[in-house]
């Protein structure tokens, strides 16, 4: 899997729902490329998740606005980078008060970035005005050994 031919772009319209498509899509790639049925599961939720963002988020859920996905793979990962037209999300991830939210104290939203970060093995927020923001999640695969 050398080279720049491994990449699958998606272009999807802000409007919920069509995240599941690039869900789909990143399992789908990430099942041929070998990874654990748990770490697919993983997978598709960072990457629902960072749609989400982007289309809410990042392009205020303007349908004639595209959210781009693109999935990029070698032999030991695969990187999604979820783009939009928006700033990019305010510095740094807020770690959610758990407490606070079970009691109602905090709102129950506002977990997306916590929750991505902590299901893939490395996440950033990169801002790059004029041309948007965007998200770049990479998952790794950890083959054992025969």
């Known amino acids: ?7 699958i772009e998606l272009r999807l319209p802000s409007r919920l729902g069509f995240e599941k ?9 990430a099942k041929l490329m070998g990874f654990a049925p748990d770490r697919v599961e993983d997978l598709k939720t960072a990457v629902a998740e960072a749609c989400i963002n982007a289309m809410e988020h990042g ?24 783009l939009d037209t ?3 999300p305010p510095s740094g991830v807020h770690t959610p ?8 104290e905090e709102a129950s ?3 997306g970035m916590f929750l991505i970060q902590s299901l893939v093995d490395e996440a950033e927020w990169v801002s790059s005005p004029p ?3 965007y998200a770049r999640l990479v998952i790794r695969l950890n083959k054992t050994e025969d």
């Open 86 to 88: 928006g700033t990019g």
């Open 59 to 82: 392009n205020k859920l303007d349908e004639s606005l595209i959210v781009g996905v693109i999935l990029s793979m070698d032999e030991t990962s695969l990187e999604v980078k979820v």
């Open 97 to 104: 008060d758990m407490d606070k939210k079970m009691h109602g």
């Open 21 to 29: 498509i690039a869900m789909s899509t990143a399992s789908s790639v």
């Open 109 to 111: 939203r506002g977990m």
């Open 131 to 133: 041309a948007g923001s």
């Open 1 to 7: 899997m050398e080279g720049k031919n491994n990449i």
